[in-house]
């Protein structure tokens, strides 16, 4: 199978062909099930026939999209959908999903878009790209690495075979088809120009354009109403163009094909007597087992084993204590680390592929586990041995469950989840079922597969043993395997393998310690935060409707567009995906500065999402064992390194608005403690100053100076002291938009001031500090031979849009190249930081603990008494957590709450 071919059927073009050339088939209940049959029966022959598992079925969606708003007599010809064909839409959806097949609807825009945007997309990441349909329309995005394919007629449509079809190159389709019109679509064309007018108008001129500009050249009747219809050509470009721009959230990681519910097609093909399929799945097991799609050994030939008896159990255990290495994984009933019981532990190891131990599984008739205190017992020296090494993925979340019972785990050298990670961030995701579908070729059982959907959802100690056993000892065994091919990748470059060992896995440690200790509120002063907000709120709500002149809801986008771009006639600045008028935090922002009722709905929905977020959330979130809200970080989510903060988030707490400080005012220190905030200062103008060694940034910096002020003082040629706030200001727009690679029309945009303006600040800029200029220019190089730019220690950030012959994707890589190794070296400088002072605060028993990571900044609760000494080292650790051609500075902030250590 390839990893490198990408499949995108489209699904509504195979439904009505499917349901006009077959049979009107039925059951024996008498329901319709000719255009079922067609899709699924081509649908199951496509792995095998095209050799890939990436295929997603693409259907369009209910509804008007964009293009009834540009020509409400879009499709009206079409005539209405046969009752037979309706019924059958619903199974169709349901089988493509239970054979295992992606199904992408995306509301406001119709299959062919969400498939162009794919194709050029993965086309643009070196995938072969293969649309599955029979629409011409999608002959237009034919290029060298996308291809139509027909199934029903079996044939293939390269650029050539689009030349040939049609007379015209892929990339005059659109022409084309606006000059013939579309009869299904009711795209008006020009009347009287037929295929062959046309191919012979864009062989000569090229295009709509070349046609309009020679107009009056074309003589006969079908000039004549080329000249009469000329306004019809742009509307029905338009109309024509599938759109490959869309904001979608799909990678080639969504569109893998997933293990099929055989269960389910077998009770399927049963209701719709599809009796030929029936004899297929003979082949599978009838208990509901899954069939792996897999280039390693099958389940079914793997030594799993659930331990039920105590001879096993102690053989198991003799062999962990020899071990030098083995694998392990915990099975909870719930994903809440406080409160989740161990129901189930597994392991693997060289001489065990699998083995999993039920402990607390309480369904009716479950068989006799061993005693979970004797296990407890048992297993914890083996496991509190840091002499034998062990293999976990996302360690941390076993590391608090083994905690829950007692076991403190030592020896954790291997974290799957993060040699992933640092091996390449934007790879694949970096959970163990994507971990192994990309490195091992292997589709494992997923959670669903064996605790079923939604409501109906099992926890895992009501799901029978031997199912439960083979998905937890499955777990543990792909973690043993896919550490054997990450450690290898790792080992290739000694950077990441140092990375990985001096930062990552250690850091892991560190961060689990935070989430346990969690942050102490104030839950009355949030209570009385909440109701202040909601009288804002409220008075708010009021100014925005007595400004409308109308009652509306002021959560409704519909409602608001109509309000701000039909009553009053606002400018239309950005519009959406689907080509409305954007209602959006940015298309706001850009009116507010002229308007103020866009002002007023953005400041409603400012406070509505912190009072919902925060004043109201966070004392629900209020642990009842610790009494102190608990977040938890993502160590591998980010491109760059950076920390995320989940469950609550608390980086996204604003530091410069009122309402904001006034949130960290309720994060507050046990009694005889304070809260202590650390601050890298301006670290990525630094990071920047050490990366470009420009004489000039560094040295500002080496002297300590205002480097915004220094900044203005160098590009206007005068002295720092004659330097104006509002010179300052723009100094420091430059200094920070230029590490995020913004351009003239960026900065022009947030200083107020004209492009031209603008980009003379940049090349006077530039011609004060050309180390930076240069900097810039070769790390854009770098990136453009290698894929990817490294940060000080040598974490790479990859750029898949680097080589992208989308000029905007392109500009967005370099800009991207230019900021990620300054963003993913500060992530590595707090991270190393983090790692010396917890070692610290470890050996020598200090009474202080690490409470937060806020970007740049740690936060921590100090006994009284200490203040003075801990600060003292604290701020010492994290200047010298990397050695820089500038000094790093860290600010220390000491009070009763976050707020006023800040």
């Known amino acids: 199978m390839s990893d490198k071919k990408i499949v995108l059927v489209d699904g509504s073009s195979y439904l009505f062909r499917a349901f006009h050339a077959l049979p009107q088939l039925t059951n024996s209940l008498g329901e319709p099930t000719g255009a079922i049959f067609g899709v699924i029966n081509m649908l199951k022959k496509l792995p095998e026939q095209l050799q890939t598992d990436y295929i997603a079925v693409v259907f369009d969606a209910k509804g008007k999209n964009f293009r009834h708003g540009l020509y409400p007599e879009y499709k009206a010809n079409r005539k209405a959908m046969a009752d037979e064909l309706r019924a059958q839409i619903s199974p169709v959806y349901e089988l493509v999903e239970k054979l295992g097949f992606p199904l992408i609807i995306v509301e406001g825009v119709e299959a062919d878009d969400v498939i162009g945007t794919l194709a050029k997309r993965f086309a643009q990441e070196s995938y072969e790209v293969i649309i599955s349909t029979g629409d011409k329309d999608m002959a237009q995005l034919v290029d060298l690495h996308i291809t139509l394919m027909d199934t029903m007629k079996n044939e293939t449509t390269d650029i050539n075979k689009v030349v040939e079809k049609f007379g015209v190159k892929p990339n005059q389709i659109i022409d084309y088809l606006a000059l013939v019109g579309d009869v299904s679509d009711n795209i008006p064309g020009i009347p009287k120009v037929g295929p062959k007018t046309a191919v012979k108008w864009l062989q ?104 039920l008896d105590l001879t096993q159990f102690d053989v198991l255990c003799e062999n962990l204590e020899k071990a030098n290495l083995f694998a392990f994984d915990t099975e909870t009933d719930s994903l809440d680390t406080f409160n989740a019981r161990l129901v189930g532990i597994s392991f693997s190891l060289k001489s065990y592929h699998g083995v999993y131990i039920p402990l607390l599984h309480d369904y009716e008739g479950v068989p006799k586990q061993l005693d979970f205190n004797d296990v407890i017992a048992r297993l914890k020296p083996i496991l509190e041995n840091d002499k034998i090494e062990k293999i976990a993925q996302n360690a941390k979340f076993d590391l608090k469950v083994l905690a829950n019972v007692g076991i403190t785990v030592k020896g954790v050298k291997y974290d799957t989840m993060l040699e992933s990670y640092v091996l390449n961030s934007l790879a694949t995701r970096h959970d163990m079922d994507s971990l192994a579908k990309h490195y091992l070729h292997y589709t494992t059982m997923s959670f669903e597969d064996v605790a079923g959907k939604g409501k109906k959802q099992f926890t895992f100690n009501q799901i029978d043993i031997a199912k439960a056993g083979f998905y937890a000892a499955e777990d543990a065994d792909i973690t043993y395997r896919l550490h054997e091919v990450l450690w290898s990748l790792l080992q290739q470059t000694e950077s990441l393998k140092k990375l990985y060992l001096e930062e990552e896995l250690p850091v892991s440690f560190v961060i689990d310690h935070m989430e346990r200790t969690g942050v102490k509120i ?169 990366l470009s060694q420009d004489l000039n940034l560094l040295k500002a910096f080496q002297q300590g100076l205002d480097i915004h002020q220094a900044t203005a003082a160098e590009t206007l040629g005068i002295k720092p002291e004659q330097v104006t706030a509002e010179q300052r200001r723009q100094a420091k727009a430059i200094n920070f938009g230029l590490i995020y690679g913004m351009g003239s029309f960026g900065l022009a945009k947030q200083l107020g001031i004209p492009r031209g303006e603008a980009q003379a600040y940049i090349d006077v800029y530039f011609s004060r500090y050309p180390g930076v200029k240069r900097y810039m220019d070769e790390t854009k190089e770098y990136a453009l031979q290698h894929g990817f730019v490294e940060t000080i220690f040598g974490r790479r950030l990859y750029l898949p849009d680097i080589h992208s012959r989308n000029m905007a994707k392109k500009r967005g890589a370099e800009r991207v190249a230019i900021n990620a190794p300054m963003q993913g070296s500060a992530a590595d400088i707090i991270k190393r930081a983090m790692i010396l002072i917890d070692k610290w605060i470890v050996t020598n028993k200090i009474d202080t603990k690490m409470l937060m990571q806020v970007h740049d900044e740690l936060v921590f609760e100090v006994k009284e008494e200490k203040i003075a000494d801990v600060t003292k080292e604290i701020k010492q650790f994290m200047e010298s957590a990397a050695l820089l051609r500038v000094p790093l500075i860290v600010d220390v902030g000491v009070g009763s709450n976050w707020d006023e250590a800040h």
């Open 522 to 690: 104030d839950i009355k002063l949030l209570h009385d935060q909440s109701q202040l907000l909601s009288v804002k709120i409220a008075q708010l709500e009021e100014a925005c409707i007595a400004y409308a002149g109308t009652q509306f809801n002021l959560s409704s986008p519909k409602q608001l567009r109509e309000i701000l771009y039909d009553k009053m006639d606002l400018p239309v600045l950005k519009k959406t995906p689907t080509g409305e008028a954007s209602t959006a935090e940015d298309a706001l922002q850009e009116l507010a500065q002229i308007y103020e009722f866009p002002k007023l709905i953005i400041e409603h929905r400012h406070l509505t999402k912190l009072k919902t977020t925060y004043t109201d959330k966070l004392p629900l979130m209020v642990n009842a064992k610790t009494g102190r809200v608990h977040t938890s970080y993502q160590q591998a989510i980010t491109s760059t390194g950076r920390l995320s903060s989940t469950d609550p988030n608390l980086q996204n707490i604003p530091i410069r608005s009122q309402v904001g400080r006034e949130i960290r005012q309720a994060f507050i220190a046990e009694k005889g403690y304070k809260i202590v905030a650390a601050d890298y200062s301006q670290v990525e103008l630094r990071i920047m100053a050490h």
């Open 204 to 307: 000569e001129y090229h295009d709509i354009g070349g046609v309009i500009a020679n107009a009056d050249k074309l003589v006969g009747k079908v000039g004549e109403n080329l000249r009469a219809n000329l306004n019809l050509l742009p509307l029905s470009y338009k109309l024509a163009t599938i759109k490959c721009d869309l904001d979608l959230p799909y990678t080639a990681y969504d569109i893998q094909r997933k293990a099929p519910d055989i269960h389910y097609l077998r009770t399927a093909f049963q209701h719709y007597e599809f009796k030929g399929w029936l004899r297929e799945l003979d082949k599978y097991e009838a208990d509901d087992n899954i069939q792996h799609n897999t280039s390693i050994e099958k389940p079914s030939k793997l030594d799993y084993k659930i331990i």
